[in-house]
């Protein structure tokens, strides 16, 4: 790689990544060292889709495992690696790159997912302090997004697709955020919202944008339920790790 494309690709989105199918209104999350706890986003699904049967958690603590021992496929472009810089307050980082154009893309295990819930939640730490872009969210079983939340040109942005995205919030307004400098803490949910009384609602995503003081943002993604697994789509080098 050119010392030009290195630079251009010197993302690292450091996404926290837990992807949870809620079973209750109330989840207990794992006790170890590199849990916190979170305020719950408000859910305001239908009570017939709070409905569900798995959690997985993704995080990066030990440098020295491979990809897989955290349930992470690379599918395209470069191999990401676990690094130690930057890190989310001392936690290690997957670091993946986009080079010449071409995204790199990690999916999780397939067999780590339980597929047919009709409400999931997911949170992601992104980590956008060298100018880079990239996506996490829900993919079908041709790993095209069906419901994705990410960084790129200054703001948070969340939507069906890669071509059909809303902008959420500039980047600029999370200057108070508690969390580490050049970090974004994103919690989202996802769900069948329609009822018995409004059949044609659809599949809603609603996106929280922890310090911003704002309500959650909705959005249409009318094919979630096709939902297969989960991935990080990287377009300008990034990283990610566990909140």
Not at 36 to 46: D, F, S, V
Not at 65 to 82: K, R
Request: hydrophobic letters at 45%; zero cysteines.
């Amino acid at each position: 790689m050119t010392k030009r494309n290195r630079k251009a690709a010197k993302i690292l989105i450091i996404i926290a990544i837990t992807l949870t199918v809620i079973l209750t209104i109330y989840t207990h999350a794992p006790h170890n060292d590199y849990v916190r706890i979170h305020e719950p986003l408000p859910r305001m699904a239908p009570a017939a889709s709070l409905a569900g049967a798995f959690a997985y958690v993704s995080n990066f603590e030990n440098v020295s495992e491979p990809l897989s021992y955290y349930g992470w496929i690379p599918i395209s472009g470069l191999t990401p690696t676990i690094v130690t810089q930057p890190n989310y307050w001392g936690e290690p980082a997957l670091k993946s790159m986009a080079v010449n154009g071409e995204p790199q893309i990690d999916i999780v295990n397939p067999s780590l997912i339980v597929r047919g819930d009709q409400f999931l939640s997911f949170q992601v730490a992104i980590y956008y302090g060298d100018g880079g872009s990239g996506f996490f969210g829900l993919v079908n079983g041709n790993y095209q997004p069906v419901a994705i939340v990410g960084v790129a040109n200054g703001y948070v942005w969340a939507g069906p697709n890669l071509t059909d995205l809303k902008p959420v919030v500039p980047l600029s307004n999370l200057s108070n955020a508690l969390y580490p400098p050049g970090w974004v803490f994103i919690m989202v949910n996802v769900f069948n919202a329609s009822t018995p009384s409004n059949k044609t609602a659809g599949w809603v995503m609603q996106v929280f944008v922890d310090q911003t003081d704002e309500p959650p943002f909705e959005v249409s993604v009318p094919d979630a339920g096709n939902y297969y697994t989960a991935a990080i789509i990287t377009t300008k080098a990034l990283s990610i790790t566990r909140t």
